[in-house]
């Protein structure tokens, strides 16, 4: 009999211990904080003060489908990843997924668009920039890139130094004011469209003309990624939300409609 009663009161005891264990942990959240920083045509303000562009409307189909609402917020790009590092449960698009950055964290799905490509834009007309080669570029020249951005990254393995022919800017408007008046030779930046008109919108004033070869283990892809402390329960229900609007082509049926879309709009 008093065996009987000893199991009963560990029962009990290890019953109690995970109902307070279920009790301590924090309730899901119904809003998730989204980070990302102005790059039209992936993410950018609208002008009804919305954020909009073609990786926030990705992000917010993924959002959806997980039962998920998002707090959309664009700022310099070392800021939204210092936002997205310092808070569990928050996420950052846009980024691309290294291997310095592969367990700082959790990477959801697969990426969102085909691979991009990083390209050197000098001002329209400038011939006398003209280099033949990114070796050319690293002993001749200097370039501005986006602070903590993949394509400083490139850079760096690359052997350029910062401070020397290389010089960061919170911004890429920053960055092409500073080519624009001779300050720097260079950006450096990634190249969404291939066409020349629809390149042009994203970095007016500015031509491309030298592309960055990457690393052969460099993934230049844009991913979703959650800060590595998230709660468990909400990564798997982004991780379910992506696999069903991939599975379904939405996810690919939204990106043709939104570049045609874009395109369009800015013809």
């Known amino acids: 009999m008093f065996t009987w009663i000893r199991v009963v009161i560990l029962a009990a005891s290890f019953m109690g211990a995970s109902l307070a264990s279920q009790a301590e942990q924090p309730p899901i959240p119904a809003t998730l904080q989204v980070y990302c920083e102005p790059r039209p045509p992936f993410s950018y303000l609208q002008p009804d003060g919305q954020v909009g562009g073609l990786g926030t409307v990705l992000v917010r189909a993924i959002l959806e489908q997980a039962g998920f609402k998002g707090q959309f917020q664009l ?17 950052i698009y846009d980024i691309v997924r290294s291997k310095q950055r592969e367990h700082q964290y959790v990477w959801i799905g697969t990426p969102l668009l085909p691979p991009t490509e990083e390209w050197l834009y000098r001002q329209i007309g400038n011939e006398s920039i003209a280099p033949r080669s990114v070796a050319e570029v690293r002993a001749s020249y200097s370039v501005c890139v986006l602070r903590n951005n993949i394509t400083e990254e490139i850079l760096l393995n690359d052997g350029f130094e910062p401070g020397k022919n290389l010089i960061e800017a919170d911004s890429l408007n920053d960055c092409i004011q500073l080519v624009k008046t001779h300050a720097l030779s260079l950006l450096a930046d990634v190249r969404f469209f291939r066409d020349p008109g629809a390149d042009s ?17 460099q993934q230049i892809h844009a991913y979703l990624a959650a800060n590595r402390d998230s709660s468990p329960q909400i990564i798997d229900r982004l991780q379910k939300a992506f696999k069903q609007l991939q599975a379904s082509g939405q996810l690919e049926q939204t990106l043709r409609q939104f570049e045609q879309d874009y395109i369009h709009s800015h013809n």
Do not use: F, Q
Request: cysteine-free; charged content about 15%.
């Open 75 to 91: 700022l310099p790009w070392a800021r939204a990843v210092h936002m997205t590092l310092s808070h569990p449960n928050a996420l």
């Open 201 to 217: 919108k994203i970095h007016p004033g500015m031509e491309a003309i030298l592309m960055l070869p990457a690393d052969s283990d």
